[in-house]
């Protein structure tokens, strides 16, 4: 591990450092997905191999050690993806924010965009369903209608399981001598949300058929929860869900 204080040195040509790599702006914990507030610059003399010339290249991978605060940051110390790195390496506990819990939900390859989703991504759910489970009387008159809404977006999904698909280090190279990425399509994904929004979504999966869509990096999220939800602060918050509360707060009837 290097600190970037140590290249200030002479060594490269006129005197002074003149190559631009990317260190911790902040101590990272394992298993960590770097964020903008995790990373800045910092001018060496001469290069070094496996470094980052600019934080955006680090952006969104995910820490395989404990990263102090000021050192250099390499390929190696990252993986694309939470599934290379060794289960014995996992912290005492998953990164949540305040108020939030995590949620495990059902995936397949139609359902989870063949495979595509992976740690750090968000997601939008979308549900569809009958109108007579959301009709208050339970019936409706004229032709069946079906209906399909997006009920959540900005979904944060911090976890697979159980298979991995195209797991390959930062560095690009596979793991352990492999010779590819795992095999297979996730059959669940982890995901963060208040616990009112739990109810709300085994509601929808007892009740519709849902999928999910995997939004644009360039519309994630810039940085994941850090505060409690002031709609649901505390798990206590969560007071039950039924098709009444579902209605009011979607208005699947009025479409």
Known sequence: MFVWGN?????????GPTESVVVAAQSIPIRHQLTDADLTTAKISGGL???YARTGDAKGLISEVQISKGALITSDMLARDVGLIPAGSAPAYLPLASGYVAMTIPTGEQQGVAGHITVGDYITVIASASITILAPTGTQTGSPKVISKTIFTNVHVIGLGPAAANVQPASGAAAGGSTGATSGVTSSLTIEVTQCDAEFFTWFLGNTTVRYTLESFNDYLKQPPSAPDPTC????SAQGVSQKEVEARYHFTNL
């Open 7 to 15: 290249f200030g040195g002479g060594g490269a040509i006129g005197g």
């Open 49 to 51: 191999p496996n470094t």
């Open 233 to 236: 602060p505390t798990v206590l």
